[in-house]
């Protein structure tokens, strides 16, 4: 079992929509937990990180499951910018070492 | 969060030459991290570069491959050794507050190998 999992997608939704992305992951001493977003050959940046209870920035929702040991990511009201690769990240309790996901792929179409 | 510079951008090489990319970090940081993201393939680290001692390649990367510097706390290269098609990549240089902090990524080196 892979220790960070997405769907790889690509999830292709028209603009405005709403979508979701899942990963999970298999080291239960994962303590930071993080999702990037990726243009195509460009580097990853940080597009916010995940707390216990939960966070939002703007259209964005971060929750973290502990208990299943997954993460989700909501984008709302979908913008052609969106478009790109998010990538889960897992890092283990007093690692400078994280783990990445494969990410997934987002397609907005007008 | 640091301002990491990465050079060259991109670059084309024949097969069998080496090539150094610099990484400059705006800060002091004890960590850096160089990691190689293949075409559809997620960033896989290979090495990670301590000031004032060796590497620490992670498994199916060796030092004669991949030789790296950390002269200081600012600055670390990663040369890319022989080089042959295989090796045709994003290479990105990363540091890290550690702890819970987040890794950020230099702009990344895209590297054809002809």
């Known amino acids: 079992r892979k220790e960070v999992e997405q769907d790889p997608g690509p999830f292709n939704v028209p603009e405005g929509a709403t979508v979701a992305f899942n990963c999970t992951y298999s080291n239960s001493a994962s303590q930071s937990f993080f999702w990037y977003r990726q243009d195509c050959r460009k580097e990853p940046k940080l597009l916010m990180s995940?707390?216990?209870s939960g966070n939002e920035d703007g259209r964005f929702t971060a929750q973290l499951n502990r208990a299943s040991q997954y993460i989700s990511l909501l984008i709302r009201d979908s913008k052609l910018s969106d478009s790109a690769t998010y990538l889960c990240v897992v890092k283990p309790g007093g690692s400078y070492i994280p783990t990445f996901g494969r990410g997934t792929s987002l397609i907005v179409h007008p | 969060s640091a301002v990491i510079s990465q050079k060259p951008s991109r670059d084309i090489c024949q097969r069998g030459t080496s090539l150094t990319i610099q990484c400059q970090v705006d800060?002091?940081?004890?960590?850096m991290f160089w990691y190689r993201q293949q075409p559809g393939q997620s960033l896989t680290l290979i090495a990670t570069?301590?000031?004032?001692?060796?590497?620490?390649?992670e498994s199916g990367f060796v030092i004669d491959k991949f030789p790296i510097s950390r002269p200081n706390l600012t600055f670390s290269t990663l040369t890319v050794s022989n080089m042959s098609p295989e090796d045709s990549s994003i290479y990105l240089c990363s540091v890290s507050g550690g702890g819970n902090q987040p890794q950020h990524f230099g702009d990344g080196t895209r590297l054809s190998i002809l």
């Open positions: 800060s002091q940081v004890t960590m």
């Open positions: 995940v707390y216990s």
């Open positions: 570069a301590n000031q004032g001692s060796e590497a620490t390649y």
